[in-house]
């Protein structure tokens, strides 16, 4: 379980990270940000038994392998921390690079302890376990290096996170803020079950919590992982989405509207004076003929016809903005008929057809008339003999 959550998790990040490639041509702040994100990937890999126990064997010594994805995540760690302070200029004034010198102090401990008391075989208990522990000073001191400078620096980030999440404007940007606060947050977990088990192993019990420490190390860090990962993207990934709504909004638009625009005689795919670029622009053309058709037919709408439609719907039980989409739909198909039979129109005392805001507010109006037109109100109305001749009556 601990090797599959373990590659799960870092497969995710590394695809992640390549998906998002892009952010190395953003600029520092994003090529820190990719780079670091990438390295806990490869962390994350590196504590596959498999890999671990094959990088072992090529750097050639017991342990080695730990030291390299402490290393590397003391690395990461550092990256992270220097992005968060460079995007927080007040607090970063008279700190200067003092937190490379914290990680360039750590790194420089573990290296020492572990070259003047190379551990000289793996305890039996951590074959199969991707990590190494003994009740060694040297290894203690590794450990201490290792966890005090994680621990400040998830501090650190934790706390810089937390601010720019209050000051982000709601939306996007504070939603991934917080997810990756949340993600540090539980990065704490680790720390504190690294410190429970290192204690465990210098008290003599080590062997007893093997398993206990690669599952919960599997699952602390594929969580925090998975927040902080999703929370870095989550701005690109909501703008990606909120672009693929409109396109397959834009798209139903269409076909909501095309059998309107078929009613009065407009191409549904073409034709239109205006270049045609994608489906916003076919919208746009659609919506603008569509209307076009409205103010060419309003000189053969008798406004008396208009109110009497919605006055009868209203009787027949339709309320609110219904009853009037139908009156308007049985009062335009009155109109195009008395067109089609050659009536001359009058001069009109309607007001120009209500229109919307804007586009997505033009295209729901529309798309109510188009609608309408399929109601069996309308259909009736405008048969009724009553009404056929109703337009231009006087």
């Not at 750590?106 to 020492?112: D, G």
């Not at 008339?369 to 001749?389: I, R």
Request: hydrophobic share 50%; net charge positive.
């Amino acid at each position: 379980m601990a090797d599959a959550l373990h590659g799960l998790a870092g497969l995710g990040l590394c695809l992640l990270m390549a998906a998002r490639v892009r952010m190395l041509r953003a600029g520092a702040t994003s090529r820190s940000l990719w780079v670091a994100l990438a390295v806990l990937g490869l962390v994350q890999v590196l504590q596959v038994d498999a890999v671990y126990r094959g990088a072992e064997h090529a750097l050639g010594h017991p342990g080695s392998a730990a030291l390299l994805t402490h290393g590397l995540t003391v690395l990461a760690a550092a990256a992270t921390l220097s992005l968060h302070i460079s995007l927080d200029p007040d607090r970063a004034a008279g700190r200067g690079r003092r937190h490379l010198l914290w990680a360039g102090a750590a790194l420089a401990t573990m290296l020492a302890a572990f070259a003047l008391s190379p551990p000289s075989a793996v305890p039996a208990a951590l074959a199969r376990r991707s990590e190494y522990y003994d009740a060694t000073v040297p290894s203690a001191v590794t450990w201490a290096a290792y966890l005090s400078y994680l621990s400040w620096s998830l501090a650190g980030m934790f706390g810089a996170t937390r601010r720019f999440a209050a000051q982000a404007p709601a939306g996007p940007l504070r939603t991934g803020l917080r997810l990756g606060a949340a993600g540090i947050g539980v990065g704490f977990g680790y720390v504190v079950l690294k410190v429970v088990v290192v204690g465990t192993w210098l008290a003599g019990q080590g062997p007893s919590v093997v398993r206990f420490d690669a599952v919960s190390e599997a699952v602390v860090l594929s969580c925090s992982l998975l927040l902080i990962g999703t929370g870095s993207a989550y701005e690109a990934i909501s703008a990606r989405l909120t672009r693929v709504r409109r396109r397959a909004t834009r798209r139903r638009s269409l076909r909501r509207l095309q059998p309107l625009a078929q009613i009065l005689q407009l191409s549904p795919a073409g034709g239109y004076s205006l270049p045609v670029d994608g489906d916003q622009q076919r919208l746009i053309c659609q919506v603008t003929d569509i209307r076009d058709a409205q103010r060419s037919l309003r000189g053969f709408i008798d406004p008396t016809v208009l109110r009497r439609a919605e006055a009868v719907a209203r009787a027949a039980g339709v309320a609110g903005d219904q009853a009037g989409a139908l009156a308007e739909a049985a009062a335009l198909e009155l109109a195009r008929r008395a067109k089609a039979r050659g009536e001359r129109p009058r001069p009109s005392v309607l007001q120009p057809p209500a229109g919307g805001r804007d586009l997505d507010e033009e295209v729901r109006c529309l798309e109510r008339l188009a609608a309408a037109y399929h109601h069996p109100f309308v259909w009736a109305y405008v048969d009724c003999d009553d009404n056929v001749a109703q337009p231009l009556a006087s």
